[in-house]
């Protein structure tokens, strides 16, 4: 019999609540049973004389059969009814319970779903793993903890030099190159499952100043090589106005898609971290980047959304292309002061033997300006052209120059 016509003769059954239903439904094939057309008049009837349990049974069935969300099974009316019968029996909560969850689910159907997960692009992956949360939200918090993993091991950032008696001296950060590429290789690693990563070193687009290339630290792209944001980072030794002012202006000259979110990263090194934050944010809120504009014509406070030990982070919301982008400023101090061992003695008071600092040779340096490509060696630190350039640029921004 086809299964209209079953489901029409169980319907009449149901309506005219004749006996025979239990019959008629015996003598159905399992197939038969398990399809919805054909169950729901036959349920309607049995929550009739309110015989949940049986119905119960049925539903169940059927979830597994068919391994579906509950808004594909279409079976909402049922379960309404049902939890109406017994909302105050807890086996009713454990039943709806049951209907949700999946992990009556075998292992190649979990392993199915999760590569149709993975398969997702960026956007369709955040709203499954994290559907609370924005796709700029979710890359926010993968860069936050990054920055967490590299205050942990930023004594592995700092250049070091052991005299011939052993004793050891740090030179701070020197390299940035080194920070990015465990940036860049910790980000890729959190980001494998959404298959998005960073990018790092693109040569393009325009320097602050408009008079030739420079580079973008990084894009945060996805599979298809399609950018989803910008990655920018520098080094802060103070509260470096003109470092930071050129790195923020300089976005929009490598922005040709009005890509959202914009995440600038500082490695700074200061004794004083909290001093720096307050300056950053101070000048960075009264700010008008380059290529950017602001909804209200003035520039706002930044929203604080981390400032704990050696990390700070906040965010704010320009224009720029018709569309609102998202910036994020992360602040990592990776400043190491590394403490002094007091030897033990078993004598109270003895006194401590002061820390020899050895004197070590001086080794040649090279800075090299990114304005003109022009470098500069010197072992004093005293070339006419370098003073030259602490004249025109500071002093710090200079010392960000330094190459080897």
Same mark, same amino acid.
């Given at each position: 019999?086809?299964?209209?016509?079953?489901?029409?003769?169980?319907?009449?059954?149901?309506?005219?609540?004749?006996?025979?239903?239990?019959?008629?439904?015996?003598?159905?094939?399992?197939?038969?049973?398990?399809?919805?057309?054909?169950?729901?008049?036959?349920?309607?009837?049995?929550?009739?004389?309110?015989?949940?349990?049986?119905?119960?049974?049925?539903?169940?069935?059927?979830?597994?059969?068919?391994?579906?969300?509950?808004?594909?099974? /279409?079976?909402?009316?049922?379960?309404?009814?049902?939890?109406?019968?017994?909302?105050?029996?807890?086996?009713?909560?454990?039943?709806?319970?049951?209907?949700?969850?999946?992990?009556?689910?075998?292992?190649?159907?979990?392993?199915?779903?999760?590569?149709?997960?993975?398969?997702?692009?960026?956007e369709g992956y955040v709203e499954v793993v994290k559907p609370d949360l924005a796709p700029h939200e979710y890359l926010r918090d993968t860069m936050l903890a990054v920055a967490g993993e590299l205050v942990l091991r930023k004594r592995n950032l700092?250049? /070091?030099?052991?005299?011939?008696?052993?004793?050891?001296?740090?030179?701070?950060?020197?390299?940035?190159?080194?920070?990015?590429?465990?940036?860049?290789?910790?980000?890729?690693?959190?980001?494998?499952?959404?298959?998005?990563?960073?990018?790092?070193?693109?040569?393009?687009?325009?320097?602050?100043?408009?008079?030739?290339? /420079?580079?973008?630290?990084?894009?945060? %792209?996805?599979?298809?090589?399609?950018?989803?944001?910008?990655?920018?980072?520098?080094?802060?030794?103070?509260?470096? %106005?003109? %470092?930071?002012?050129?790195?923020?202006?300089?976005?929009?000259?490598?922005?040709?898609?009005?890509?959202?979110?914009?995440?600038?990263? /500082?490695?700074?090194?200061?004794?004083?971290?909290?001093?720096?934050?307050?300056?950053?944010?101070?000048?960075?809120?009264?700010?008008?980047?380059?290529?950017?504009?602001?909804?209200?014509?003035?520039?706002?406070?930044?929203r604080v959304l981390h400032d704990v030990d050696h990390i700070w982070l906040a965010s704010e919301t320009r224009r720029r292309g018709g569309k609102d982008i998202v910036f994020y400023h992360l602040l990592i101090n990776l400043h190491f002061s590394?403490?002094?061992?007091?030897?033990?003695?078993?004598?109270?008071?003895?006194?401590?033997?002061?820390?020899?600092?050895?004197?070590?040779?001086?080794?040649?340096?090279?800075?090299?300006?990114?304005h003109n490509g022009e470098m500069v060696e010197t072992k004093s630190g005293n070339h006419k052209i370098l003073k030259a350039w602490k004249g025109e640029y500071g002093g710090d921004v200079v010392k960000s120059w330094l190459v080897q």
């Amino acid at each position: 019999m086809a299964e209209f016509w079953v489901a029409t003769v169980l319907e009449a059954y149901q309506l005219s609540a004749a006996p025979g239903i239990e019959h008629f439904w015996a003598q159905l094939s399992p197939d038969q049973q398990g399809r919805r057309l054909i169950f729901t008049p036959y349920c309607k009837a049995l929550l009739a004389r309110r015989d949940s349990f049986t119905v119960k049974k049925i539903l169940a069935r059927y979830k597994e059969i068919n391994h579906a969300t509950m808004a594909e099974l /279409g079976i909402d009316d049922l379960i309404s009814a049902l939890a109406e019968i017994e909302k105050d029996a807890p086996s009713t909560k454990d039943f709806m319970l049951l209907m949700i969850e999946s992990g009556q689910r075998s292992v190649a159907q979990l392993r199915q779903h999760y590569n149709q997960i993975i398969a997702k692009d960026f956007e369709g992956y955040v709203e499954v793993v994290k559907p609370d949360l924005a796709p700029h939200e979710y890359l926010r918090d993968t860069m936050l903890a990054v920055a967490g993993e590299l205050v942990l091991r930023k004594r592995n950032l700092q250049v /070091g030099f052991k005299d011939t008696e052993g004793n050891v001296s740090f030179d701070g950060m020197t390299l940035e190159d080194w920070i990015n590429d465990w940036f860049v290789s910790l980000f890729d690693q959190r980001m494998s499952h959404a298959k998005l990563s960073l990018r790092d070193q693109k040569r393009g687009g325009h320097s602050a100043s408009g008079k030739g290339p /420079g580079e973008i630290d990084g894009f945060i %792209t996805s599979s298809d090589s399609r950018r989803v944001g910008i990655f920018e980072a520098f080094r802060l030794f103070s509260v470096d %106005t003109t %470092t930071i002012g050129d790195h923020l202006n300089k976005i929009a000259g490598y922005d040709g898609e009005s890509l959202s979110p914009v995440v600038m990263v /500082g490695y700074c090194d200061v004794k004083n971290f909290a001093n720096l934050v307050k300056g950053y944010n101070s000048y960075v809120s009264n700010q008008a980047y380059t290529g950017y504009t602001i909804s209200d014509g003035a520039p706002s406070a930044l929203r604080v959304l981390h400032d704990v030990d050696h990390i700070w982070l906040a965010s704010e919301t320009r224009r720029r292309g018709g569309k609102d982008i998202v910036f994020y400023h992360l602040l990592i101090n990776l400043h190491f002061s590394p403490t002094v061992e007091i030897p033990e003695s078993g004598k109270q008071g003895a006194s401590v033997p002061p820390v020899k600092r050895a004197r070590r040779a001086r080794t040649t340096q090279i800075y090299k300006n990114p304005h003109n490509g022009e470098m500069v060696e010197t072992k004093s630190g005293n070339h006419k052209i370098l003073k030259a350039w602490k004249g025109e640029y500071g002093g710090d921004v200079v010392k960000s120059w330094l190459v080897q």
